[in-house]
């Protein structure tokens, strides 16, 4: 059974760099057929899909974040992390990871982690 | 803003029928996928694909689709089932996903 767990820092400077890691248990990350995503929810909204990497090492962004983004592989941890940098208050957020089954026609986020909570404040 | 409309709230008797909506024109090409979000919990893929249902999610939950439009529909909902409800597909290019705002259920 995968499974995913967000870690990461609770609080983080406005202009600084919000670094996160999803660890992944119960399965290799190096498999064909999987994006390794990140979402987040802002306080009170809906879903924001952050950007994807699949195990080739491509990746794919929210046009609104591309310019501050990185998503990368651990292969060797079995993990991937994503680095935002230049936050501000408007970056607090839950911070999900989620395995994205690619379907050719579909997107399915069929595996989430709890969360995180990452709050921008100084 | 979303590429994908729904509604923000919807409201259902119990043990009626509630079909929840997600509209965009990129609904044309790919089929969307549904979630059920709990407070404080992460979402819940409820439906995939054509009419995918994974392991465990109650055969009152089915989808389809028409045109521009994909829905959810519930049958029969239970009190449990109240929640939110979020769609999400591709863009118009293709290249990234994104997400409905959501949909708040009230079971009545």
């Known amino acids: 059974q995968v499974q995913l767990q967000e870690s990461g820092p609770g609080l983080v400077k406005p202009s600084q760099t919000l670094s996160l890691t999803c660890i992944v248990s119960?399965?290799?990350?190096?498999?064909?057929?999987?994006?390794w995503s990140w979402i987040r929810q802002l306080p009170g909204k809906g879903l924001e899909w952050i950007g994807y990497?699949?195990?080739?090492?491509?990746?794919a962004y929210n046009p609104s974040l591309k310019s501050r983004l990185t998503i990368s592989l651990d292969k060797s941890k079995n993990q991937f992390s994503l680095d935002l940098t230049s936050v501000t208050a408007a970056d607090t957020a839950v911070y999900f990871c989620?395995?994205?089954?690619?379907?050719?026609?579909?997107?399915?986020?069929?595996?989430w982690g709890q969360g995180t909570m990452a709050t921008v404040s100084s | 803003s979303s590429e994908l409309t729904q509604d923000p709230a919807v409201s259902v008797a119990l043990g009626q029928t509630v079909r929840i909506t997600c509209q965009g024109d990129?609904?044309?090409?790919?089929?969307a996928s549904w979630y059920q979000q709990k407070p404080g919990r992460a979402p819940v893929l409820v439906m995939y694909?054509?009419?995918n249902r994974p392991s465990g999610i109650p055969d009152r939950f089915s989808g389809s689709n028409s045109g521009n439009t994909a829905y959810l529909t519930i049958t029969g909902p239970q009190a449990e089932d109240e929640a939110d409800y979020h769609c999400?597909?591709?863009?118009?290019?293709?290249?990234?996903?994104?997400f409905g705002g959501g949909t708040k259920l009230t079971v009545l």
């Open positions: 119960g399965g290799s990350i190096n498999t064909a057929g999987f994006y």
């Open positions: 999400n597909s591709r863009d118009s290019s293709g290249s990234h996903v994104v």
């Open positions: 694909g054509k009419h």
């Open positions: 990129s609904l044309r090409n790919n089929y």
């Open positions: 989620a395995r994205d089954v690619v379907g050719g026609t579909y997107d399915a986020f069929d595996i």
């Open positions: 990497i699949y195990y080739s090492g491509k990746t």
